[in-house]
Nanobody, 126 residues
Framework: QVHLQESGGASVQQGGSLRLSCVAS????????MAWFRQAPGKEREVVSM???????TYADSVKGRFTISRDNAKNTLYLQMDILSPEDTAIYYC????????????????????WGQGTQVTVSS
């Protein structure tokens, strides 16, 4: 069974940077669409970024130009580099793996992903 473990969350000042990591227990991140979601208090979980098996990336409008998704297949690790952080980025960040397909959904929702990590907290103060 596949397990995902996030790390790298922290409390930072506005304008700062963080890099989140998501380690998979088995060799899986290069054969499925992988995604980062986030959930702020009182809000629904939303997709932040996705990367397909062939390396195509997509980003939510709110993070374009500031966040970068990448992966290291040899380390079975997914990353999210987050720069120019703002208080609006405060949330629990989750990595997730799509159920079957190597491609990423055009209109992603949580239902497209069946394997989730436990989340890592990111707090940005002004």
């Amino acid at each position: 069974q596949v397990h995902l473990q996030e790390s790298g969350g922290a409390s930072v000042q506005q304008g700062g940077s963080l890099r989140l990591s998501c380690v998979a227990s088995v060799d899986t991140i290069n054969s499925r669409c992988m995604a980062w979601f986030r959930q702020a208090p009182g809000k629904e979980r939303e997709v932040v970024s996705m990367i397909s098996s062939d390396g195509r990336t997509t980003y939510a409008d709110s993070v374009k130009g500031r966040f970068t998704i990448s992966r290291d297949n040899a380390k079975n690790t997914l990353y999210l580099q987050m720069d120019i952080l703002s208080p609006e980025d405060t949330a629990i960040y989750y990595c997730a793996r799509r159920s079957v397909w190597p491609t990423c959904p055009g209109e992603p929702s949580t239902s497209h992903f069946n394997i989730w990590g436990q989340g890592t907290q990111v707090t940005v103060s002004s």
